[in-house]
């Protein structure tokens, strides 16, 4: 589904991807950990074409992106830490944009699927509110129907519960982790070691722009043998009161 091949990736002086390469298959699950600073954000970003790689090679589905370009990205979903929903427009009214604007899908046929995504993450009766009116955990389920609505093969997800409330963190993992079971295809930037534990496939470690480690939860969680994972492990668990 995603092929990256040698990718580099500096901002000015700065190398903040170097030679960066790996391959996700069809339904596969995959979180990035790692330190802050040391790649995430920018690897999702440069894969879904929000900012352009140095070199290297991005493959989506086969499409190299350098060729096909939007065709290619099209075949993705993003949700961030934030929740950017568009605050004038209804919670519906946010599912439906994209599909008809840049898809010139049926408006009829767009609001059904709209209807049935937010059926899926709970929202259904919120349909009709705006994003102000809804909590943190709300807007970010709104996020990820709306990602949903374009129908992508593939969803990434950067940080999607680190601007929430801890009580509202559950409700938008349980939707991310529905999703994992219907087969769909994702990359996870977490910081929740348990999610990452539980529901990945595999898990890539990031330092220093690099994947330093691309493994199974079980060789990472309970036996890393790395020291930067291991003080990394460390670290995080101190500030979770020692649960994974
Ligand atoms: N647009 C940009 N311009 C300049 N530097 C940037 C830009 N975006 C990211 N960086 C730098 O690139 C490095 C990697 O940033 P990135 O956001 O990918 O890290 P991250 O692993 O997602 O960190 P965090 O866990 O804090 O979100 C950082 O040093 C950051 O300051
Ligand atoms: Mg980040």
């Known amino acids: ?52 790689i140095d070199s290297g090679e991005i493959y989506i589905e086969g499409l190299s992106v350098k060729k096909a370009g939007r065709k290619a990205y ?4 993003m949700v961030f830490q934030g929740f950017n929903l568009f605050p004038h427009k209804t919670v519906l009214g946010n599912l439906i944009e994209a599909p008809i604007v840049v898809n010139g899908e049926d408006k009829k046929e767009v609001k059904k699927r709209a209807e049935a995504l937010l059926e899926k993450v709970g929202l259904y009766d919120k349909k009709d509110a705006y ?5 943190g955990g709300q ?32 409700e938008v993992l349980t939707v991310i982790r529905d999703l994992a079971d219907e087969n769909i295809t994702m990359m ?9 534990q539980d529901v990945s496939d595999r898990v890539f470690f990031m330092d220093h722009g690099k994947i330093i480690s691309d493994s199974v939860p079980e060789k990472i969680f309970v036996n890393p043998d790395s020291t930067r994972i291991q003080n990394f492990l460390t670290k995080i668990l101190s500030q979770n009161d020692g649960s994974l």
Do not use: W
């Open 188 to 196: 996870v930037v977490t910081h929740e070691m348990s999610f990452a």
């Open 1 to 52: 589904m995603i092929e990256a091949k040698n990718i580099y990736k500096s901002f000015a002086e700065l190398e903040v991807l170097s030679d960066v390469s790996f391959t996700v298959n069809q339904g596969e699950v995959i979180s990035v950990i790692g330190p802050s600073g040391s790649g995430k954000s920018t690897l999702l970003r440069c894969l879904i074409g929000l900012e352009a």
């Open 131 to 135: 994003p102000s009116q809804l909590s």
């Open 139 to 170: 807007k970010q389920r709104v996020a990820i129907a709306r990602a949903l609505a374009m129908q992508p093969d593939i969803m990434l997800f950067d940080e999607p519960t680190s601007s929430l409330d801890p009580e509202l963190v559950g």
């Open 74 to 77: 099209q075949k993705m979903g």
